[in-house]
Structures are given as C-alpha cells and as structure tokens.
C-alpha cells in the first residue's frame, strides 16, 4: 500500500512540535498544488488588534532535494576565487 497523496490543489498543516526558536513556523505540513509537491510553514501572527491570523510559506519539495546545500556552494565559490 501507498502511502497518503494529498489531492490536487489542497494539502495539511500540522502543529511543529520541533520548534525550537521563534524564526521557525508554528506549523509544518506538504500540499500539492497543479500536481506539484510543495512544503508549506505556517507562522501564526497577531494583528494590531489581536486578531491571530497566519502567514505561509511554499516550498518545492523537489526544489529541496535538487538545491545545493549552503557549505557545497560556500567551497565552490571559494575555489573560483583567484587570490
């Protein structure tokens, strides 16, 4: 058995039970958006007023698994550096 596919065009947030500091999202979930897989974060913010409302931020999973990690860039640009 598979495991679970989010629909198209909808997805889930789930508590963040990591977080450890308050740059970190407050909620961690995946969504699928026109069959492309994101990972959303989820920050819960206070208006002026109190109101909470929530930001959100889309990343694409292949995106992550594709991107060079910060060190490998950091030691490539090293390299190219002629002094």
Known sequence: ???YVPKDNSGSLFVNDKKERDSQPDRRGGAR???VDYWV???IKKKEDGTPW???SFQRKDAAASAPKKAET???MDDEIPF
């Open 33 to 35: 958006i026109d069959g």
């Open 54 to 56: 929530m930001s959100l």
């Open 41 to 43: 974060s989820g920050w």
């Open 1 to 3: 058995m598979s495991g």
């Open 74 to 76: 950091q030691a490539a």
